[in-house]
């Protein structure tokens, strides 16, 4: 995959935001890379997806690692200064290609609520929307008994063994989009064309799929994007 077309757009808009009362730190970078659709015929022309081997409700398919080489060449003092890290310091990376498929009545229980997608320090979570899906973004949530923004290491076990006492005998079988008795949402984005989200790995949330989302699982058509991972030293 060649970098070129990896490069920020000239037009990208970046913003960096804190949300929810523990001000969990995001950047937001809209219209971000300058040929998105080559991703998107990457995608299509190579076609490898598989069902997901974790706990994503769909099917991925890996990315080279240009992917994230042009993310921190784009975006390192950007992501410096909302996150800090040091650019320079990667431990690991990944990127993905996703589609979420998984119908509602065939989730897991903890595909059901927010979620955080790991622990530990100096680690980034990030989504790049390669469709327009208003029915389909991302929505961040602060579990509202334990005030709760994010799950790191000193909180893991008391949240494991809430949630697990709370939904014993309160399991619902859709996608969370909305208020709950027990998390309220604190922030949304919208699935736009070419918006790029970083967060904190830590940070509780949920893939926001409405009534309308259709589980299509062309990677031209469906909701198609680039789910990544890097942790710093």
């Known amino acids: 995959m060649s970098n070129s077309f990896l490069l920020l757009n000239q037009n990208a808009s ?3 935001v804190k949300f929810g009362v523990e001000n969990q730190p995001l950047l937001k970078v809209d219209s971000y890379q300058k040929d998105p659709q080559k991703l998107i015929d990457f995608a299509v022309g190579k076609s490898e997806f598989t069902p997901s081997g974790n706990f994503y409700p769909g099917i991925r398919m ?3 690692i240009s992917y994230l080489q042009a993310l921190i060449h784009n975006l390192g003092p ?4 909302a996150f800090g890290v040091n650019v320079k310091q990667i431990k690991s990376g990944v990127a993905v290609f996703s589609i979420v498929t998984k119908p509602a009545d065939e989730l897991d229980f903890l595909q059901t609520i927010p979620h955080y997608d790991g622990l530990g320090k100096n680690k980034l979570a990030m989504i790049h ?22 799950i790191d290491d000193i909180r893991y076990d008391e949240y494991k063994g809430y949630i697990k006492e709370q939904f014993e005998d309160n399991v619902t079988t859709e996608y969370m989009c909305k208020d709950t008795p027990e998390f309220e ?9 070419n918006r790029l989200l970083i967060y904190k790995i830590s940070s509780l949330h949920s893939a926001h799929l409405t009534k309308n989302y259709d589980f299509d699982p062309s990677p031209r058509t469906g909701r198609l994007t680039i789910t990544s991972f890097m942790e710093f030293y």
């Open 185 to 193: 949402k604190i922030a949304t984005y919208e699935c736009v064309f």
């Open 78 to 81: 950007e992501i410096e200064a």
């Open 62 to 64: 890996p990315l080279p």
């Open 129 to 150: 929307y390669l469709c327009d899906k208003t029915e389909a973004g991302t929505s961040f949530y602060r579990h509202k008994d334990l005030g709760y923004d994010y």
């Open 14 to 16: 970046i913003s960096s």
